[in-house]
Nanobody, 128 residues
């Protein structure tokens, strides 16, 4: 069972990146996926989550932190067992290592503890 986040890179302020969170060993449609980020010297911060596609909380709804609302979009590609985080209008404050986590309860909470699996992070650097 593994999650792999990818798609990070160096971009200028105002630019865009699309992160991917790919799963192997389990299917993502029954799990909520959360995106978190961690900048140097800071705690891991919740960014976004998308609920499971089915089950008790299975409406596939997305939610965002106030700091990224209107700029980031999370989506599912169940056929490819992948979750995407489209990040537009990036700001220097978005610079961090981004992680995806899988929540078996299907909710996608805003704290890290309920998530069972984590991918290795992907670095996003936004220059001013």
């Amino acid at each position: 069972v593994q999650l792999q986040a990818s798609g990070g890179g160096l971009v200028q302020a105002g630019g865009s990146l699309r992160l991917s969170c790919a799963a192997s060993g389990f299917t993502l449609d029954s799990w909520a996926i959360g995106w978190f980020r961690q900048a140097p010297g800071k705690v891991r911060e919740w960014v976004s989550a998308i609920s499971s596609s089915h089950g008790s909380y299975g409406d596939g709804s997305a939610k965002y932190s106030d700091s990224v609302k209107g700029r980031f979009t999370v989506s599912r590609d169940n056929a490819n067992n992948t979750i995407y985080l489209q990040m537009n209008n990036l700001e220097p404050g978005d610079t961090a290592v981004y992680y995806c986590g899988a929540d078996p309860h299907g909710i996608g909470p805003t704290i890290p503890d309920p998530y069972h699996y984590w991918g290795k992070g992907t670095q996003v650097t936004v220059s001013s």
